[in-house]
């Protein structure tokens, strides 16, 4: 499955082992993890829930590493995110891209990264010593997914 | 019709889902919003606002986005994942 929401903790090892399985095709493997900070716009952070719209968030990555695909020269790729309570040094997310050749496997990784971002159904609320907050969008993250508009598409 | 409010906005609206028949002259994602922005006080405030994102069906709509009795539509905030 190329996709999984769950509240479960992950192991990279065994996703990118799983990733690679039976693929000698493969010379290049390209993976990112957000993790749960403990400081956020200046307050610290003592735990986070992190809330999604099922069915719509896997579908919504699905079609972001479908356009990935597309776009680059990508074998497979993978995407897994928590949801439900974290706490700082928890992982969050995590991503990999297997590719022929890195050029495309790391370029795939941040476009797939930048886009989830920006449009998968998933929202942050965070715990403050001033009490509990929704975290608000980031026009830097707008910005990152915008930039795949302009550049050319690469199939290193 | 199926309605879903997540995050910020569910809590703003007090309510995660519910179900509703669409009135006449109610075919369109922006006709939807403004029938139920005439529910009045924290529904006209929160739906409003020029920041809800919308969805028909878990898929990204538009104001044009037509609606029918047989469709989910989702109501949040920008997303914060990742």
């Given amino acids: 499955m190329r996709v999984r929401v769950q509240t479960a903790d992950f192991d990279i090892s065994a996703e990118i082992a799983a990733l690679r399985a039976g693929k000698p095709g493969i010379g290049a493997v390209a993976s990112f993890i957000g993790v749960c900070r403990d400081i956020n716009d200046g307050d610290s952070v003592a735990a986070m829930t992190l809330e999604h719209y099922p069915g719509m968030t896997e579908r919504s990555i699905e079609a972001i590493i479908d356009q990935a695909i597309a776009r680059w020269q990508v074998t497979d790729a993978r995407v897994v995110h928590r949801v439900g309570d974290l706490r700082p040094l928890d992982q969050i997310v995590f991503v990999a891209v297997a590719a022929e050749h890195r050029g495309a496997a790391f370029a795939a990784c941040e476009f797939i990264m930048d886009y989830l971002k920006t449009q998968a159904p998933f929202w942050k609320r965070e715990q403050t010593p001033t009490g509990a907050r929704w975290v608000d969008a980031r026009t830097t993250d707008e910005a990152a997914a915008a930039r795949w508009a302009s550049d050319a598409p690469t199939g290193r | ?82």
Avoid at chain 2, 17 to 25: K, M, R, T
Wanted: net charge negative; proline share 6%.
């Fill in chain 2, 1 to 82: 019709m199926k309605l879903l409010y997540f995050a910020r906005l569910r809590e703003r609206l007090g309510l995660g889902e519910e179900s509703v028949e669409l009135p006449p002259g109610v075919a369109s994602v922006a006709q939807l919003r403004a029938w139920l922005a005439s529910r009045g006080g924290e529904w006209a405030d929160a739906l409003q606002d020029r920041s809800v994102r919308i969805a028909v069906n878990q898929d990204m709509a538009t104001a044009d986005t037509p609606v029918t009795d047989a469709d989910e539509v989702a109501f949040f905030p920008p997303v914060t994942g990742g």
